[in-house]
């Protein structure tokens, strides 16, 4: 069956928040292509408010992973996909996660029609009908991949846009001065790529009197006390309030993660902060972002694979240092932020 002839269609990518990002682009270009079909996604109940409001999907299914743990969780989850998922006929289901889970929920709808990559990982690609190869795998950006699943599946890729909503206002949060603003995400759960409070301090030391609203997840001793111009947001915030912050400030300063992937599906006034990771490969997709890696900020389209490969020996020795980057390191960084600004 065509693309065009499809009424409705499934999109599979259960998690994480960087990867249901990276996938946004791709469903918004099927949606194009099919404006009247059913766009349905099957995600983890945890990060479905991330899909809230988008407007070219018609149901979000979230997929209770947690409680399928064990070793009965796999014949569970089989259950409750023969329940929710075998209740609507689907013309195409596109899995975008590529693992046996996902495969197998895929081929448990009884679609019409299974698509996948190629490369898979648990041998997901059985369960297909038809396996996407993309070109160069281990140099293509995940954007680029899922958008050739989509390709593949009959949409143009013209214009890719991740049709994120509007996101939720902070209650409570005192409104912004009428200087410029940045949100700053600098910790992160992976390895060695959080910066430190005392990275943090120096930073808004450096950038003052600038407004600062620090978010996201932080699971060591804050200091007593943040510099002035910090608005103390860590633990408070759920997605669709990130969302709308990332939308209310001027900059997102982000290290390596799903945030700053979500800013970066908003806005191209990102800078991804790198220590071990491949910008050209895990940093922000937009052409027009901005990467920092080894004391150099660079533009993404100036940005290939081979530039700053991925270190994995650094990134051990990173778990073994109290902090990620020099004094140099931040001077570069606030001072790329101040000439943004001052534009």
Not at 183 to 204: C, D, M, Q, Y
Not at 321 to 342: E, G, H, N, V, Y
Request: aromatic share 8%; charged share 20%; net charge positive.
């Amino acid at each position: 069956m065509k693309l065009t002839e499809c009424k409705r269609i499934l999109v599979v990518k259960p998690s994480s928040l960087g990867d249901i990002i990276h996938t946004l682009p791709a469903v918004e270009a099927i949606h194009r292509a099919v404006p009247d079909a059913k766009i349905d996604w099957l995600v983890n109940t945890g990060w479905s408010p991330l899909l809230k409001d988008v407007t070219f999907l018609d149901r979000i299914i979230s997929f209770p992973r947690k409680e399928f743990r064990g070793i009965s969780g796999g014949l569970k989850a089989v259950t409750w996909a023969k329940r929710v998922l075998q209740q609507t006929h689907y013309d195409l289901t596109l899995d975008f996660q590529g693992l046996f889970r996902s495969a197998l929920l895929s081929r448990l709808t009884k679609t019409s029609r299974v698509m996948g990559f190629q490369k898979t990982r648990e041998g997901a690609s059985l369960f297909y009908d038809e396996k996407v190869m993309v070109q160069n795998w281990s140099a293509t950006h995940a954007v680029d991949r899922n958008l050739a699943l989509a390709k593949a599946a009959g949409a143009d890729i013209v214009y890719p846009n991740f049709g994120l909503p509007e996101g939720d206002p902070v209650e409570g949060l005192t409104p912004m001065s009428d200087k410029p603003t940045i949100l700053l995400h600098p910790f992160s759960r992976g390895g060695g790529k959080s910066l430190s409070t005392n990275e943090v301090i120096e930073l808004a030391d450096q950038l003052a009197p600038t407004p600062i609203i620090l978010v996201g997840v932080f699971e060591g001793n804050a200091p007593g006390m943040w510099p002035d111009n910090i608005t103390d947001l860590i633990g408070q915030t759920s997605l669709p309030q990130l969302i709308h912050l990332i939308r209310l400030c001027n900059w997102t300063v982000s290290v390596d993660s799903g945030p700053m992937h979500l800013a970066a599906g908003i806005t191209d006034r990102v800078l991804s902060l790198h220590t071990w990771s491949n910008p050209a490969m895990v940093g922000p997709w937009p052409k027009s972002s901005y990467a920092f890696r080894e004391g150099e900020i660079v533009q993404v389209i100036d940005l290939t694979p081979d530039r700053f490969p991925e270190r994995r020996d650094l990134k051990s020795a990173y778990g073994k240092q109290p902090r990620l980057f020099k004094p140099d390191d931040i001077r570069t960084i606030t001072s790329f932020l101040r000439m943004q600004l001052a534009k």
